[in-house]
């Protein structure tokens, strides 16, 4: 009888967790759609700062916030939550491989109120991005 009750108990808390850690995600191909049609979207750019000036999209939000997770990391993100606030546009959050720093970057900017249906990771991140005539560099 213990076996019956704890398999659902078991089976609920899995699916729980699985749901809990879901995120948006846009792929690299339909990202490129959305710049080239010039549909309004903020770009929340988490890289580190060389690899900002290597490669990032116009118009990104320069945040320097990699890898999202210690207090200075989430103080840099705090200072782009207002405009994010105020917009209604998609947002896109861009890290070096659309991984951990991402969803971290992800949870806190709903956690600080963003609406979560208009929070997306870039797939891959930006080692991902095979389009890079659409980005630009500040080296030479």
């Not at 309004?40 to 916030?65: C, G, M, W, Y």
């Not at 971290?104 to 963003?114: A, F, I």
Request: glycine residues 6%.
């Amino acid at each position: 009888m213990k076996r019956l009750l704890i398999y659902p108990a078991l089976s609920l808390a899995l699916v729980s967790t699985a749901i809990a850690a879901s995120y948006n995600y846009v792929e690299p191909a339909d990202f490129k759609k959305w710049l080239e049609s010039s549909k309004p979207v903020k770009i929340v750019d988490i890289q580190v700062p060389a690899e900002f000036r290597k490669h990032h999209f116009k118009n990104s939000l320069e945040t320097n916030a990699f890898p999202a997770k210690s207090a200075d990391d989430k103080k840099k993100l705090d200072e782009v939550v207002p405009q994010l606030l105020a917009g209604r546009e998609d947002i896109v959050i861009v890290c070096p491989r659309g991984g951990g720093g991402a969803k971290n970057t992800y949870e806190h900017l709903k956690g600080k109120g963003v609406a979560e249906k208009r929070l997306f990771i870039l797939e891959d991140g930006m080692q991902g991005w095979p389009y890079k005539q659409l980005t630009l560099s500040d080296t030479k």
